[in-house]
């Protein structure tokens, strides 16, 4: 009896591990494990995202933080000679303390083939009025900037001007990471007075020009500048923030992106993408300041002719123009492109000057320098409400 009861146990012991209680335990077993796996499968998901993404955002800074210029990776810093310069090196003591190095140049020996090329374009049209203009400061790149800057020395050379080319990085590298100009602009005031120093004038004149980067450093640095008596900016952009979106491509995650980046930037450089707005600098600049704006770079999204029109629309310089390049749309023989700025009754008419090509827009912008920054220097001054002249004797404060 004991033994037929106890099979019968075990038989339904045997149908209740085969009935729905187990199965439910089992399920159960199965889902705990599911659930972990697709938890595991996130967690690695998300750590590869992040670490992802913060390759991606550092990709992304790091030609903002160290814009290389790839030309002359491995060249020394100042040349020992240039084709057609005799170049005068110096050293100043910049904005962090630490000595900046420099180079003073002027035409000599055999002209370079870009020296011929300006001489033999103003051959019919001399500039004789430019030797009024004492210095010529010249800035082109964050990295290498004196080697970068000498075609463009060149150029002015070959008109007779005296030009003044730096390092914005300083000696020995010592500022390893750019902030466009926002911190490297405080270094012209203490190069404007190594170099009056060394020309032993009272007040020598000075003018620039300056392209890409140097163009938005210079913007920045004239404003508050008033011994720059005259700019000339090439492709320089708007804005920092704007010129990095461009660059960025499209998708959902984009702020997403520029924030991260803007964070990353913040960190090691002290700024974030918007402290850098040439285009506000250049509403702060001088009255009696002529500034020229031109843009070569058609197809740059770094910087475009929409930048350069909007940075000439905020100068309040009594002579600035713009300038751009002849497009296929323009007839064969133009020398002006009518624009209007603006929507509505506020918008102004605006006469973009056109260029043949980037060989000969040196020597217009020498022309314009003839003109427009000589005269400017002979004319007086004309007193601007918003700038009251610190200097005046009789100022009440």
Not at 71 to 84: C, L, W
Not at 168 to 186: A, F, I, S, V
Not at 205 to 211: E, P, S, T, Y
Request: charged share 25%; aromatic share 8%.
């Amino acid at each position: 009896m004991r033994v037929f009861v106890f099979s019968c146990l075990m038989a339904d012991f045997a149908i209740a591990e085969q009935g729905p209680l187990w199965y439910s335990v089992r399920v159960r077993m199965k889902s705990h494990g599911v659930r972990r796996f697709l938890l595991s499968i996130t967690l690695v998901g998300v750590v590869w995202g992040g670490v992802s993404c913060w390759f991606y955002v550092n990709d992304l800074a790091q030609p903002v933080l160290k814009p290389i210029n790839q030309s002359y990776v491995g060249y020394t810093k100042v040349p020992r000679k240039s084709p057609g310069l005799h170049m005068e090196p110096f050293t100043f003591k910049g904005w962090d303390g630490g000595e900046v190095q420099a180079v003073i140049a002027v035409k000599d020996g055999e002209e370079s083939s870009r020296q011929l090329s300006v001489i033999g374009d103003l051959m019919n049209q001399p500039v004789e009025r430019l030797r009024q203009i004492d210095y010529v400061l010249v800035c082109v790149d964050w990295d290498h900037g004196i080697r970068s800057a000498l075609p463009v020395a060149e150029s002015l050379t070959a008109a007779g001007l005296t030009c003044v080319l730096w390092e914005p990085r300083g000696m020995d590298d010592r500022r390893p990471y750019c902030t466009h100009g926002l911190k490297e602009c405080r270094d012209v005031p203490l190069l404007l007075d190594a170099v009056a120093a060394r020309s032993g004038k009272k007040d020598p004149v000075f003018a620039a020009v300056g392209q890409g980067f140097g163009a938005g450093l210079l913007l920045q640095a004239a404003a508050t500048e008033p011994r720059i008596r005259g700019l000339v900016s090439i492709d320089a952009y708007a804005s920092l923030r704007q010129s990095v979106e461009r660059t960025m491509p499209e998708g959902l995650l984009r702020p997403v992106v520029l924030w991260l980046m803007d964070q990353r930037i913040s960190r090691t450089a002290g700024m974030e993408s918007f402290d850098v707005a040439p285009v506000e600098r250049a509403a702060d600049m001088n009255r009696n300041v002529p500034v020229l704006v031109v843009n070569l770079a058609q197809d740059s999204p770094v910087s475009n002719f929409k930048d350069a029109l909007n940075i000439y629309r905020q100068l309040p310089s009594d002579h600035r123009d713009v300038w751009t390049l002849r497009s296929e749309t323009d007839p064969a023989d133009a020398t002006h492109r009518e624009l209007r700025l603006g929507r509505g009754r506020r918008s102004q008419p605006v006469m973009v000057g056109l260029l043949e090509d980037e060989d000969r827009a040196m020597s217009s912008i020498v022309r314009w320098m003839n003109d427009c920054v000589v005269d400017a220097v002979e004319a007086p001054r004309v007193a601007d409400p918003a700038r009251p002249d610190l200097t005046a004797t009789d100022m009440k404060l």
